[in-house]
């Protein structure tokens, strides 16, 4: 048996390939690294950016084609939905695709490349606002796109140097001077910020995916129904889970007065329906620990207090009177006068007597022996009063704005007067303020605002550079060669770089390298 093959049969003893094999094995940890490596390389590429802000914008029409649940109208909508567009939809979570786990991860990786991809540019791009190149030669001068050599005559080379950036500071860039030698070298450049724009805007986009995160987790919006008088520190929310919806009370961190209610309507003589209304204003107090604050909310003029916003939504449309006209005729003999009484308030007469104005019927029946109202409209309008004597007694009355036979008990004298609804301002029962909390409005306008301006200052400017090498050539005669580029915006950058060398002046010469 040769050496060889028993070197093979022997386990004990090793090839130098085996060796070797073993050797070029990685271990665990350098494995674990290169895919980390590779796993970042992932989050910071561009393309991969691209493809999440692609799927996020698709999530985004999802959500806009398919109507949410959170949205008026929704259980019609799912009711109208075939039973597999139910199980499907449902199951992928397109009808709260903005609370999926799916896209809150979307937005959280698509920011983190938005970090990592920022980070691992960022060196490059500062490179050119804190490390700018001031020499060239004139082999990289003249293998620009924009290139030229002219030919100028002066007594020396500073004032050549001199009238070359005057000519650049007439078309706009700020030039830099540098002398070695027998060469002056010039730099020229406009926009070296616009380098950092694409930062900017990434800025903008997280902070508006911050604010909508804020909103979509955070925000809050209820009802609160308000009656004169009425004190609420809570507002009630509808949790939506498909086509069940489950109010919920949330707490506010103050309580809300109301203090009176108004409603502006076209023709005084019509209904308080929205048709004929101009406006609803509700005058609220707010009280918290900062003390007592007054508000007043219209239609169209929302109204702010730490970080929650009252609308005005709806009202409850059973007729009221915000105020009342009564005209009472005395018992006795006399003129008659007119009281204006607010609702739940009250009228001290000469004499002493108290009026109250304790409640308003718009459409007034009896069911049994007591007073109600057989509709919401204003039909038979009547006021029940309490009437307090000056000797301190105390009677009901009615006051109706139809006229009534003599010989009618509601019509009968009380407590020394005789009682007429005269006139009365039409207001409804209450109204239904909508309470918004969104702690990510701000924040998300801001980023809009942010992500305009800085979109505008990437594609509208653009880094434009010039360098330019100036050497004498014969006596009085001196050569300048210059050339440059720009990151975008091509044709505006030919313009100026024409209108540099027409400002230079000199002949052009034919093009050299050394």
């Not at 030698?181 to 508006?208: D, P």
């Not at 509700?282 to 909310?297: S, Y």
């Not at 409850?316 to 006209?325: F, K």
Request: overall charge neutral; hydrophobic content about 40%.
């Amino acid at each position: 048996m040769s050496a060889i093959e028993e070197t093979k049969k022997d386990p004990g003893i090793q090839t130098v390939s085996q060796t070797r094999t073993k050797k070029s094995k990685p271990s665990i940890l350098t494995r674990l690294l290169n895919l980390l490596t590779r796993l970042l390389n992932l989050l910071s590429s561009v393309r991969f950016g691209v493809s999440l802000l692609v799927l996020l914008a698709f999530a985004c029409m999802v959500g806009m084609l398919i109507m949410q649940q959170s949205v008026e109208g929704f259980d019609k909508y799912y009711a109208e939905l075939m039973p597999s567009q139910k199980i499907v939809w449902g199951a992928l979570g397109f009808f709260d695709i903005y609370h999926s786990l799916y896209f809150n991860m979307l937005l959280l990786i698509l920011s983190l490349n938005i970090v990592l991809a920022s980070i691992d540019r960022f060196p490059g791009a500062w490179i050119y606002i804190s490390r700018k190149k001031l020499e060239a030669s004139k082999p990289y001068i003249l293998n620009q796109k924009q290139k030229a050599q002219l030919e100028l005559q002066g007594d020396d080379r500073d004032a050549i140097a001199a009238r070359v950036m005057a000519a650049c500071r007439g078309v706009g860039l700020k030039p830099q001077a540098t002398v070695k030698g027998a060469r002056a070298f010039i730099f020229a450049e406009k926009g070296a910020w616009n380098r950092l724009g694409a930062y900017a805007v990434h800025v903008a986009l997280l902070t508006t995916f911050f604010g909508g995160f804020l909103t979509a987790h955070f925000g809050r919006t209820g009802q609160m129904p308000l009656r004169p008088g009425e004190t609420a520190s809570e507002m009630s929310q509808l949790n939506y889970s498909l086509d069940e919806i489950t109010p919920v009370s949330v707490s506010l961190p103050f309580s809300v007065t109301c203090t009176d209610i108004q409603q502006k309507l076209i023709k005084r003589e019509g209904s308080i329906q929205a048709s004929n209304t101009i406006d609803w204003l509700t005058q609220i107090k707010i009280k918290d620990e900062t003390g007592e604050h007054d508000a007043l909310v219209h239609l169209n003029k929302p109204y702010d207090y730490r970080g929650y916003r009252f609308f005005q939504a709806s009202f409850i449309g059973m007729g009221r009177a915000r105020n009342i006209t009564l005209r009472l005729t005395p018992q006795g003999g006399g003129q008659p006068q007119d009281v204006t009484i607010k609702r739940d308030g009250s009228a001290t007469l000469a004499d002493g007597t108290v009026i109250d104005f304790v409640e308003f019927f718009p459409d007034f029946t009896l069911k049994g022996s007591k007073p109600d109202t057989a509709s919401p409209e204003y039909d038979n309008p009547a006021a029940q009063l309490k009437i307090t004597s000056p000797t301190g007694e105390t009677k009901n009355a009615f006051a109706f704005a139809m006229e009534l036979p003599d010989g009618a008990p509601v019509g009968a004298p009380v407590l020394g007067y005789k009682y007429r609804l005269q006139d009365f301002e039409k207001a409804p029962d209450a109204h239904i303020l909508s309470v918004q909390h969104d702690p990510g409005s701000t924040i998300v306008y801001l980023g809009f605002s942010m992500l305009i301006l800085t979109l505008c200052s990437v594609f509208f400017f653009s880094h434009q550079r010039v360098w330019m090498v100036i050497e004498e050539r014969a006596a009085g005669v001196y050569e300048v060669v210059l050339g440059g580029n720009t990151n975008r915006n091509k044709l505006g950058f030919e313009d100026r770089f024409k209108r540099l060398t027409q400002a230079i002046g000199g002949p052009h010469l034919e093009g050299e390298e050394s």
